[in-house]
């Protein structure tokens, strides 16, 4: 199984992953909500130099923390000054 690296669109404010696009909305400098398809599926929060996933729910059919975090990273990753 080869894993496909996660494609951001700074301009758009999305982030394409696991055939989802993630939009992300600002709650602060270091802080956005993901948004999926007008649902509300996590955070991205900047911590300690890291960009971590939070998910909002633990349910059936819910984003892994663990791609929320590749989305985080790679969105951090691209906004950050050089």
């Known amino acids: 199984m080869t894993a496909t690296a996660p494609v951001v669109n700074v301009a758009e404010k999305t982030v394409s992953y696991i055939g ?4 992300m909305r600002p709650l ?3 802080t956005f ?3 999926v398809e007008g649902v ?3 955070r991205a929060i900047f911590t300690f130099g890291a960009g971590n996933g939070v998910p ?6 819910a984003i ?4 929320l975090t590749a989305v ?3 969105w ?3 906004i950050e000054p050089s």
């Open 28 to 30: 602060g400098e270091d």
């Open 40 to 42: 509300e599926v996590g």
């Open 72 to 74: 985080a990273e790679a």
């Open 76 to 78: 951090f990753a691209a």
């Open 64 to 67: 892994s923390e663990e791609d």
């Open 20 to 23: 989802k696009s993630f939009y």
């Open 33 to 35: 909500t993901v948004i």
């Open 56 to 61: 909002e729910k633990l349910a059936e059919g």
